[in-house]
Structures are given as structure tokens and as C-alpha cells.
């Protein structure tokens, strides 16, 4: 019953608070912004969108080749064509509860492809750790390109005082739980250990594999076509598309923060987008509205794909059989 209790409570929160998020910026505007905001939807040049898409399914299909080079070095060679399946089932059951797609990539591949849960967790892991250090490379760029500006906004955007406290509490709890970790003989600590190595030799792999040039490549490949999405997406509106690169760059950060920390960004997106873009002279109304229809694109890929994949995979596997 419990929990039952805490799977539902997981899923429901952040969907509230996407609810909450999508009230709280339609509660700003008048009616006449809403309608404002319906003609631009209605002008919008969608071949612009379809580009985007494009680069979005590149960034998938990299993705998907990418994964390959983990699972080959770990003697799992996997088809292509089931990772960027077991990916577009992650990218959509993401919509529901946060980063439980990570968990679900390793499960398909276990089901499918034999591959122990441990391992192929541990190369998701491992491709999160470069992604991460990739999507702080753009934050940085988009500093240096943005200092002065977007110091402002972080500066009245974000308590920096409780962050800071949370950070120390968190560090805290950390260093202890790793001292238990590591010294204690409980049968439950050294069960934990046993799996925590297969998850280490997933997540090593990347830095062992032959090939690594490859990997890289196609590492570049995927956030290129994150940041070509973002970039052809602006170009759908008229009031977006003179937008300068490093100011596209600026919001391409902010957004992959709310995907980050939301179901795939639903209702923190568009005000995140917004409200960056505000400091841009865009109103708000232009900004809401790129930043629902670029949303809105890109999640109905993932909805479509994903839902495809679960059909697919299956019957897929049967053929082979």
C-alpha cells in the first residue's frame, strides 16, 4: 500500500506542479495577450519546425549509436535500432516521473538483449556524467557570450543563501552515507557493493573502450542537434528570429535546466524561456508562445516514438526468434 502510495505521489507532484507552473503564467496575462498569443501559434512558420524536428531525431539517433560503443566493449553488442527504442521508451515514460527513463533503458535491454541490469545501468550512467559536463560547457559559453546579463538574472532568480545551505547539508549526509558505505559489513551494504561494481564497470567504460574517438563524435553529434533545435525553433516566429546566437544559446541553457528538473519541462519551460527571454526586450507573450510550440513539437516526438517502440519492440524480437 505504501508503496503504491509513493509510486503514485511521484508521479502526481510534478505533474501538479507543471499544472501549477502553466496557471501561474496564464494568470499574468489579459485577454488580449491570450489571443496575442493564439495568433502568433497561428503565424508561426512551421517549416522552421520541421527542421528543428529534424535535428531532434538526429540527436536521438546519435544517441542510440552512441550507447553501442559501451555495450560493445562490454561484450553486449546491441542493434541500433533497439537502443534508439529502449531511448524513445525512457524519453516518454520521463514525461511521467523524473529520470525513470534511466531506469527503464537498462530494463529493455535486460528483457530484450540479456544485458545484466547492472551493467547497461552503468553505461547510461556513464553517458550522464559526459552529457552533464557537456551541458556545462554551454552553460559556460553562454557566460562568457552572456555574463553580464544573465549574472543579473541568476542573482534575482536564485536564493543563493539556501542553496548554499543545502549544499552543505546535502555534502554532509553524502561523506557519511559513503563512510557507511564503505567501512560497514552489514550483508546488506556488501550486496550493494557487488551490484555497485557492475555499475562501476558500466560507467568506466566509456574511458577504457576502444573507439573513443567515435563515441565523441557522435557525442557532438547529439548536442549540436540540441542547440540546432533550439536554434531553427526561433526562427518560427517572427519575433524570435532575429534573435542573436549567443542570446539563443542563453535560453538553449535555461531550457535544458527545466527538462532537467521537471516531467520533460511541462509548464517550466515556456516561463523559463519567457521569462530569459524577457531580458531581451521579447514580451512575454512571444516568448510563451515559442516556448510552448518548440515544447509541444518535441514532446509529440517523444509521445509518438515512444509509443511506437512499445508496440514495436515485441514483435521486433519475435521476428528474430
Not at 533497439?82 to 511521467?96: C, D, H, K, P
Request: glycine letters at 6%.
Amino acid at each position: 500500500m505504501k508503496k503504491n502510495i509513493s509510486k503514485l505521489t511521484n508521479i502526481l507532484l510534478p505533474l501538479l506542479l507543471g499544472v501549477f507552473l502553466v496557471y501561474y503564467a496564464y494568470s499574468q496575462f489579459t485577454d488580449q495577450q491570450i489571443e496575442e498569443m493564439k495568433s502568433q501559434f497561428r503565424d508561426a512558420n512551421y517549416n522552421y519546425i520541421l527542421i528543428s524536428s529534424f535535428f531532434s531525431l538526429l540527436s536521438l539517433w546519435a544517441r542510440a549509436y552512441r550507447w553501442k560503443y559501451a555495450l560493445n566493449y562490454m561484450g553486449h553488442p546491441v542493434s541500433t535500432s533497439t537502443n534508439f527504442m529502449a531511448i524513445s521508451i525512457g524519453y516518454l515514460l520521463n514525461l511521467t516521473v523524473p529520470r525513470s527513463g534511466e531506469v527503464s533503458r537498462a530494463i529493455v535491454l535486460q528483457k530484450y538483449e540479456k544485458v545484466p541490469f547492472d551493467k547497461g545501468f552503468g553505461s547510461i550512467v556513464s553517458e550522464r556524467v559526459i552529457d552533464l559536463i557537456c551541458l556545462l560547457i554551454c552553460v559556460l559559453a553562454a557566460l562568457l557570450l552572456q555574463y553580464q546579463v544573465l549574472r543579473d538574472f541568476l542573482l534575482a532568480k536564485v536564493p543563493v543563501e539556501k542553496l548554499a545551505i543545502l549544499g552543505t547539508i546535502a555534502l554532509t549526509g553524502f561523506l557519511v552515507v559513503v563512510a557507511i558505505f564503505y567501512y560497514s559489513k552489514w550483508r546488506v551494504i556488501l550486496f550493494i557493493k557487488q551490484k555497485v561494481k557492475g555499475l562501476t564497470e558500466g560507467a568506466i567504460s566509456i574511458f577504457k573502450m576502444p573507439h573513443r574517438a567515435g563515441f565523441l563524435f557522435h557525442t557532438f553529434l547529439i548536442w549540436f542537434g540540441y542547440i540546432a533545435t533550439f536554434y531553427f525553433g526561433t526562427h518560427a516566429l517572427a519575433s524570435t528570429s532575429t534573435l542573436s546566437f549567443p542570446i539563443v544559446m542563453s535560453a538553449f541553457v535555461a531550457g535544458s535546466f527545466a527538462v532537467s528538473f521537471t516531467n520533460g519541462g511541462f509548464g517550466a519551460f515556456p516561463l523559463i524561456i519567457a521569462e530569459l527571454l524577457s531580458l531581451y526586450g521579447i514580451s512575454a507573450v512571444a516568448g510563451t508562445a515559442f516556448g510552448w510550440i518548440l515544447w509541444t513539437t518535441q514532446t509529440a516526438i517523444v509521445v509518438v516514438l515512444g509509443a511506437l517502440s512499445f508496440l514495436i519492440l515485441p514483435l521486433y524480437y519475435n521476428n528474430k526468434k
